[in-house]
């Protein structure tokens, strides 16, 4: 592992209705790649719903939405390949048979999709099948966890598990969450002992206001490395180190003699609850 400089991508975004929309999103988006890059970036990341903006709360016209090898994301896999750079690709409304997802990639310097995220939180909007993705690259481990994963802890806690060095977080975020979402990833890097880069866009959402920026990076020992500007589009570049994750509160200590809180005290309390449901339900079949 060595230090490796990111950037994150606080762009400004358009409500998409059309698919020319979607393009001006898109194209925006990658020349902000660009300058990423031309500013000595080596993974540069995009944040959620970058090709469509507040999609969620307007119309959701289907023509702006597509598969995750659609046209959005061919060009993002392009312009990896001409920059040679990680591109860590926000998130789209991406669909796969009937079924629309929150979901985004990591591609290689090679243009190549390496893996895929898909959010868990917030039923209502799409379908909840979360993937959580980390993968090996030549500066260590980095994962992706989508927007209000990061309010579940054993979400963020299985990427420690897998090993992650750096957390991408894209996000759709107004003010107050945003303040929220600032405050887990302090914490969450503090407890699993990796750096989190959230990245936050400019736009209007019809239904929460404005969604300001405030892009920020956050080591594992609770420090905030960099915060972007408020409503102003800013490319937040940081050198990151993941060779200091050996020097936190974890240290060198093997995954093996960390124990998910899932795999102990969580399953034994569910073991208990399911007891409990169930033998309250034969009490009350037996006074009927």
């Known amino acids: 592992m060595r230090e490796v400089t990111v950037a994150a991508i606080q762009m400004r975004l358009i409500d998409a209705f059309t698919r020319s929309d979607v393009d001006e ?29 507040s999609w969620l709360e307007n119309k959701r016209p289907e023509e702006v939405v597509e598969p995750l090898d659609g046209p959005t994301y061919r060009k993002v896999r392009e312009k ?37 995220s898909r959010a868990w939180y917030y039923p209502g909007y799409y379908e909840l099948e979360g993937k959580y993705p980390v993968v090996e690259c030549e500066f260590g481990r980095i994962g992706a966890i989508i927007c209000g994963d990061i309010l579940l802890s054993e979400i963020p806690r299985t990427l420690k598990f897998r090993r992650a060095d750096i957390v991408f977080h894209p996000t759709l975020a107004n003010e107050l969450s945003l303040q929220l979402f600032h405050e887990f990833a302090w914490v969450r890097a503090i407890e699993n002992c990796y750096f989190i880069v959230q990245i936050n866009p400019i736009a209007y959402h019809p239904k929460v206001g404005k969604l300001p920026g405030r892009s920020a990076i956050f080591s594992p020992f609770g420090e905030k490395i960099g915060e972007a500007p408020l409503e102003k589009e800013h490319i937040l570049i940081a050198k990151l180190d993941p060779n200091i994750r050996s020097k936190t509160w974890f240290g060198g200590k093997s995954l093996d003699e960390a124990k998910s809180f899932f795999d102990g005290p969580l399953k034994d309390a569910i073991k208990r609850i399911n007891y409990i449901e169930t033998l309250s339900t034969a009490l009350r079949r037996d006074s009927e």
């Open 80 to 116: 990896a390949r001409e920059l040679g750079v990680w591109l860590v690709g926000g998130t789209i409304p991406a669909r796969k048979g009937d079924k629309v997802y929150n979901a985004g990639i990591i591609v290689s310097p090679r243009g190549e999709v390496v893996d895929f």
């Open 25 to 53: 999103n898109v194209s925006h988006a990658l020349e902000m790649v660009e300058k990423a890059a031309e500013g000595g970036a080596e993974i540069v990341a995009l944040p959620e719903f970058f090709n469509v903006g």
